[in-house]
């Protein structure tokens, strides 16, 4: 019998321990719907030389919780690359570690739940001129091209499933398009939440700080409700202080301020790692990603006040012995 997906096309998701990343283009443009409702409407956006239209399937918009798919996608090809590994928009990966990964319970419900994700990703239609990999091209595509349950329970439920990417995206993710989020994203629950770390993360970034309006970002954050709302709603999430990494301020005249909190650290801040940590990082935490592993320690130097590291890879691997050990 022929192969059915020929080895060298499939891509296998199998980096447990794999940072969050997200492509530039879904966090600058609001294509995934926030509503916890089947979201049936056609959206039109036009921001500065970008143009936007996103269909709906009869099972309603993709909604940004159902981005924690493509987020997951993203990650392990990210990880993959920085450790030389081929890569493929084929991907084969376990719908258990997807939810874990999420911060998602693996009840029976929320099976269900992804499947219905997987749903909405692929028959969301997309029109845009946006660039990804320095490439402008107007087209129409799915946020996913397709998906297949490969391997399930006598009970029904997903074990293994088959996802081929977009496009679109996957050349985003292979031209190194993407942005590290906190691991706490995930347990963002509200929709707007979700959107406004996305959209702090891309603007503010480690910048000292970035401002916008709450008309702007009203538009920006793709948000049906009138603005009043909108801004009530702003209110609720300053006042609740779940933001991970970033600050938020309503100031006079009705503008947002955005800082990042401490611990972000700025590339060229850290205490530089060689080749040859890493490698030995590999070697002591085999199927685990080095750089996730890196941006952590890195993290934790930040914490602990910054100090002056005469040895930063005996530094690095030691911290990362006590964390295996612990």
Request: overall charge positive; proline content about 5%.
């Amino acid at each position: 019998m022929p192969q059915r997906y020929p080895a060298a096309e499939i891509f296998v998701c199998d980096v447990f321990d794999a940072l969050p990343k997200d492509d530039l283009a879904t966090m600058e443009h609001p294509i995934f719907s926030l509503s916890t409702r089947p979201d049936l409407q056609v959206l039109r956006y036009s921001h500065n030389n970008a143009a936007i239209e996103v269909v709906p399937s009869v099972r309603g918009r993709a909604t940004i919780h159902d981005k924690d798919i493509l987020i997951y996608c993203i990650s392990q090809l990210m990880a993959a690359l920085n450790a030389g590994r081929p890569v493929s928009r084929m991907m084969q990966l376990r719908a258990h570690d997807l939810l874990v990964a999420t911060s998602r319970e693996t009840s029976g419900d929320a099976y269900r739940r992804l499947r219905e994700a997987f749903e909405r990703l692929a028959g969301t239609r997309i029109t845009t001129n946006i660039t990804t990999g320095n490439t402008e091209t107007t087209s129409g595509f799915g946020l996913i091209e397709s998906w297949e349950i490969v391997r399930k329970t006598r009970g029904g439920r997903m074990i293994s499933v088959m996802v081929t990417l977009s496009d679109w995206l996957f050349r985003a993710v292979t031209a190194r398009s993407v942005l590290t989020l906190s691991r706490d994203y995930f347990g963002l629950r509200r929709p707007l939440e979700r959107r406004l770390y996305e959209l702090a993360r891309k603007h503010c970034g480690k910048q000292a700080e970035w401002r916008i309006s709450v008309e702007t970002l009203l538009k920006k954050s793709g948000s049906g409700s009138p603005r009043r709302v909108f801004r009530a709603m702003l209110r609720d999430i300053i006042a609740a202080g779940q933001m991970p990494d970033y600050d938020l301020e309503l100031e006079p005249g009705d503008v947002l301020r955005v800082t990042p909190r401490g611990g972000l650290v700025a590339p060229g801040d850290a205490p530089l790692l060689s080749p040859a940590a890493l490698d030995q990082a590999r070697a002591l935490a085999p199927g685990l990603d080095v750089h996730a592993l890196q941006a952590e320690w890195q993290a934790y130097w930040a914490r602990h006040g910054r100090v002056v590291l005469r040895a930063p890879d005996k530094a690095f691997l030691g911290w990362l012995k006590l964390r295996l050990a612990g």
